[in-house]
């Protein structure tokens, strides 16, 4: 690792970041299993630039460990029932952690079905969504996701929040070129977005959100302190996000943003959301060069004049990090290092 002395900034390794998050994790009630899969993600999100879910999200995690409310030492149950159907109980564990114990299993039920759905519940989502999608599209194969969470933003037309900024994930594979993938929030903005301009005290745009009492704001402070978001593209938008709450709370047996309750567990931040994950191997659909069809879509977008296809700008973090290390904030690193320290 490089640290400038008279400089905030200093770089550092994704090993070494990894490795630090995997030392938080432990000494925060994971298991070693767990905590390596939960830096690997926070790491990555930061070395991706996604900062609304990288070492940003720390004490979030260490304080829902601490009060109990999510199981890092718990094992998930994964059970294929049929063909091409994978149900995982995570045992109020990270959905991660589940994800990762049911991989072989998914890309063995790929092969043999040319899909796997995968319904994981019980479960907490703390996290981006691309890095639970786009090594399927690395692999030459489609995956979608869905994932609701903590009620936050309120339908079109309504004064009282019910869904989750219940982020979808898209990734698909591209010949020639890193995979394309889409990952988003239907919320207008991320609750973690929403944070960071909080602790920045800068206000969020128009149409971000409500107050308390169901107003528009653009105070993040007020959306945060009992107000809620907006979904992204009115009632079109609203609908998408219904959509979700269904996939990942139901279609999974999982819970609805709504019930989430953490009385009786002060601090805990990671939201109990269910997961729906849908892996396609797209030959099956009958085209024999996918990846070069897919190309060819994406060239028509850049003719059209898209400046830049979704996932480029982590793709461009990504190399920069690797070439020059990835940025971090010295009073960050030692907060870090100290909290990696406390065994
Ligand atoms: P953004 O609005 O920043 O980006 C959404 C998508 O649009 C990304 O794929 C992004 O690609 C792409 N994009 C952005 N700008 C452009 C552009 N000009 N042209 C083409 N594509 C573009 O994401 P959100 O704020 O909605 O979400 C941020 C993160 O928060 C996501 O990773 C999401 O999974 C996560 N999240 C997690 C939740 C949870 O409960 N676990 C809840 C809600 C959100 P690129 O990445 O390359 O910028």
Redesign the pocket.
């Known amino acids: 690792m490089t640290e400038k002395n008279n400089s905030q900034d200093a770089r550092i390794t994704f090993q070494e970041l990894k490795s630090l998050l995997k030392a938080i994790f432990v000494n925060n009630r994971t298991s070693s299993e767990t905590a390596d899969i939960l830096a690997e993600n926070c790491a990555a999100c930061e070395r991706d630039g ?1 900062l ?2 990288g070492i940003f999200r720390v004490p979030g995690y260490v304080d829902s460990l601490r009060s109990g409310w999510v199981n890092g030492l718990t094992v998930p149950d994964v059970a294929r029932l049929g063909p091409s159907f994978i149900r995982i109980d995570a045992r109020n564990g990270f959905a991660q952690r589940a994800l990762a114990s049911a991989d072989p299993l998914i890309r063995r039920t790929v092969r043999e079905a040319g899909i796997a759905i995968v319904a994981t519940r019980n479960s907490h ?6 890095p639970d999608v786009e090594p399927f599209a690395l692999a030459g194969y489609m995956a979608i996701t869905a ?1 609701n ?1 903590l009620a936050n933003v309120v339908p079109h037309g309504g004064r009282q929040a019910v869904y ?4 979808i ?1 898209f990734a698909v594979p591209v010949y020639n070129a890193q995979p394309l ?5 239907t ?1 207008v ?5 929403v944070r960071l301009h909080a602790l920045a005290n800068n206000p969020v745009p128009d149409g971000t959100g409500v107050d308390r009492d169901g107003n528009p704001t653009t105070d993040p402070h007020a959306i945060l302190a009992g107000g809620a978001l907006n979904t992204f593209g009115g009632y079109k938008g609203s609908s998408i996000a219904l959509f979700v709450e269904i996939l990942a709370g139901a279609v999974t047996g999982g819970q609805f943003s709504f019930e989430n309750d953490f009385t009786g567990f002060p601090g805990a931040q990671t ?1 109990k ?1 269910g997961q729906l994950l849908i892996v396609i191997d797209p030959n099956w659909g009958g085209s024999t060069n996918f990846e070069s069809r897919l190309a060819l879509l994406c060239a028509q977008l850049a003719d059209a004049g ?9 793709f461009t973090n990504r190399a920069a990090a690797e070439q020059f290390g990835i940025p971090i904030a010295m009073d960050e690193l030692q907060r870090l290092r100290t909290l990696a320290s406390k065994g």
């Open positions: 996604v609304s879910h989502h703390f996290s981006a969504l691309w994932v969470g989750g900024t219940n982020p994930a993938v889409i990952d988003q929030a919320s903005m991320a609750n973690g977005e939201p959301a898209q400046d830049r296809l979704p996932g480029a700008r982590r």
